[in-house]
């Protein structure tokens, strides 16, 4: 049946435009357009019209109406960073990093992502599914209305299939907005050790045809940074994803100045990704661009890492977004709240900022700006409705809590 909602008494309608943008830079993250007293009409899967109640249509009777008094409407989150397809988890890992491990070290252990391509490369595509279904409905039910996801942890031609797999699967059964990323250079396996070059041609000489065969990814990633891919097997590798119509996204200076943000630039990649270790070299090259600046701030924080400079990167005119890098080893969470949270209280982000960077900058980060990420006539009705809260301030300061009260995707009912 068609869907045709009516959301009225709104105490705040967040994040609305007229004139839509594809994202928001420098200064203007500090402003957030917001109606209060408002009402919002939903027809089938989109936004039809909102305004203030004053204005509001003789429509009642004619949709399903739902008095958010007290509430605030959101549009949801858009996570443009995940690995939430994985077997397993690794808080064996987290002890070790307690102890004083860096993740460098617990790398050369035999942990972290090569931990998790071992757990996997056992794993039925069943069950990883099954596993990463449950994630999937745990961040819906948290505001996220699309999500990026990421191979990765299969680090040979039939395992990173297999999560592909497992990805367009849950693009198929789930109301996720969901976006593949192909990572097959995540990390070096084993049995490439000392043969780092060969990895990489086989990366590129039969993971990529077999992926673009299959049509399982929109973008291609790679990790470029210490330990891992050098900028040179980077650029090989963004050329033969180019060649098949992948899209590149970046892991980049996440460990020192990797020279990933340089690559990115150069390659048009849609965005760069951790950015611990920023620069004035960096600012300069992503202020001549189009590609997304995001921070991972859940991963800093269980890491322990130096948080990226977010005020001197806006400050030079920069737009941010956050994801939540949702991974087994160094970001067991996807709550996008709690990557708002971490941003205003780790990075000085005002709360106008952080909901800009968990929104509209996140979905440019996607390729998804054009149809969400904020509240415009015509855009598709992912939103949510909080509970009663006094301010926006609210939803990054009580960062332990669930205010979240009913979830809208598709211009449908979630919860």
Do not use: W
């Not at 300069?284 to 997304?292: F, Q, R």
Request: proline share 5%.
């Amino acid at each position: 049946m068609p869907s045709r909602i009516l959301i009225k008494n709104i105490k705040a309608l967040v994040q609305t435009e007229i004139e839509p943008r594809k994202k928001i830079s420098g200064k203007e993250m500090a402003h957030l357009n917001t109606i209060p007293n408002a009402y919002l009409i939903i027809e089938n899967d989109r936004i039809k019209e909102f305004g203030k109640m004053d204005a509001m249509p003789d429509v009642e009777g004619q949709y399903k109406s739902i008095d958010a008094a007290g509430k605030f409407v959101f549009p949801s989150f858009c996570d443009s960073h995940t690995h939430l397809v994985y077997a397993g988890s690794r808080e064996i890992e987290y002890i070790d990093k307690i102890k004083g491990l860096s993740y460098e070290e617990i790398a050369k252990k035999g942990g972290g992502i090569l931990n998790s391509s071992k757990l996997l490369n056992k794993a039925s595509e069943e069950s990883l599914y099954q596993q990463a279904l449950e994630r999937v409905n745990e961040i819906i039910s948290q505001g996220t209305g699309a999500v990026e996801i990421k191979s990765g942890y299969g680090l040979n031609t039939k395992a990173e299939i297999k999560m592909l797999r497992v990805i367009k699967r849950l693009k198929e059964t789930t109301p996720l907005i969901i976006k593949s990323t192909f990572l097959g250079a995540h990390a070096v396996p084993d049995e490439y050790k000392g043969k780092q070059a060969q990895y990489v041609d086989l990366v590129i000489n039969e993971m990529i045809p077999t992926v673009a065969e299959e049509g399982l990814a929109d973008f291609i990633d790679v990790f470029c940074d210490k330990g891992f891919f050098t900028v040179e097997e980077t650029e090989k590798m963004l050329v033969a994803g180019k060649k098949y119509g992948l899209l590149p996204k970046i892991h980049a200076n996440e460990l020192d100045y990797s020279g990933g943000v340089q690559i990115g630039v150069k390659h048009k990649a849609l965005s760069v990704d951790h950015l611990e270790y920023i620069g004035n070299a960096e600012i300069e090259a992503l202020l001549k661009s189009d590609t997304m600046p995001v921070i991972l701030p859940g991963a800093a924080f269980f890491l322990n890492m130096p948080y990226s400079p977010v005020r001197k990167m806006m400050n030079a005119g920069l737009p941010i977004a956050i994801a939540s890098d949702y991974n087994p080893g160094s970001s067991p969470s996807g709550n996008m709240k709690l990557m708002m949270s971490f941003a205003v209280v780790n990075y000085k982000m005002t709360t106008e900022e952080a909901i800009n960077a968990v929104t509209l900058n996140s979905a440019y980060a996607m390729g998804i700006s054009d149809t969400v990420g904020s509240i415009v006539p015509g855009k598709i009705a992912n939103l949510f409705i909080t509970k009663k809260i006094p301010s926006i301030e609210f939803m990054p300061y009580a960062y332990g809590s669930n205010l979240i009260d009913s979830v809208i995707l598709n211009g449908k009912i979630i919860f």
